[in-house]
């Protein structure tokens, strides 16, 4: 397995909760999708934990392999499975090599909680606590949406980039990217 070239990123780009990449594998389409599909099991809305649950190991992902692509989700030791990202693929393959696009998005129920939670807390803060923190000409109560806004953002992001490095490590594992100075061209252009 060669050394893959890490995906260059900026700041901006962890400002954003989304990443997309494309690589370039020498395994073959099919193999790529019989990895992902081994370490992927269906998935279920419910989990069994404890005396319920079966005997058999639970898998790193769940989600979808289809013949194309793929869609899956890390399934998490906890309860809270919402939190972790959705990583879609799309593969294209040639004679020489597979292209594989890679989406990493946040979950969709989480898109649409953390907005409505937000509002709601803001709201909260603002008409229950607005006497509480009036000191004089300045409502202190004024700045507290915006800090709530600000702790779900910064909480949300983290917490997303840090399971991304866990889905970029799997990725890399899986699909074995090449180098970008590994295709013919660039030889030519090195010599």
């Not at 389409?29 to 190991?57: C, H, Q, V, W, Y």
């Not at 597979?98 to 803060?125: A, D, H, M, Q």
Request: net charge positive; proline share 3%; charged share 20%.
């Amino acid at each position: 397995m060669k050394k893959a070239n890490i995906p260059v990123r900026t700041f901006k780009d962890y400002l954003i909760p989304y990443f997309s990449h494309t690589y370039k594998s020498a395994l073959s389409k099919d193999e790529i999708l019989g990895r992902i599909k081994s370490r992927t099991e269906p998935s279920r809305m419910f989990r069994a934990k404890g005396l319920f649950a079966s005997n058999e190991a639970t898998k790193l992902y769940e989600g979808a392999v289809t013949l194309t692509g793929f869609k899956i989700n890390r399934i998490s030791n906890k309860k809270k499975n919402y939190k972790s990202s959705v990583v879609i693929g799309e593969l294209s393959g040639s004679n020489q090599n597979t292209v594989v696009k890679v989406k990493i998005r946040l979950n969709l129920l989480l898109i649409l909680l953390v907005p409505v939670w937000g509002y709601l807390s803001t709201y909260l803060f603002v008409t229950k606590m607005n006497d509480v923190f009036y000191e004089g000409d300045f409502n202190w109560a004024s700045l507290l949406p915006y800090a709530i806004v600000l702790l779900m953002y910064t909480v949300v992001t983290g917490s997303f980039h840090y399971n991304l490095t866990k889905d970029l490590k799997f990725l890399q594992t899986i699909i074995e990217p090449l180098d970008n100075a590994s295709s013919g061209a660039s030889w030519i252009i090195r010599n």
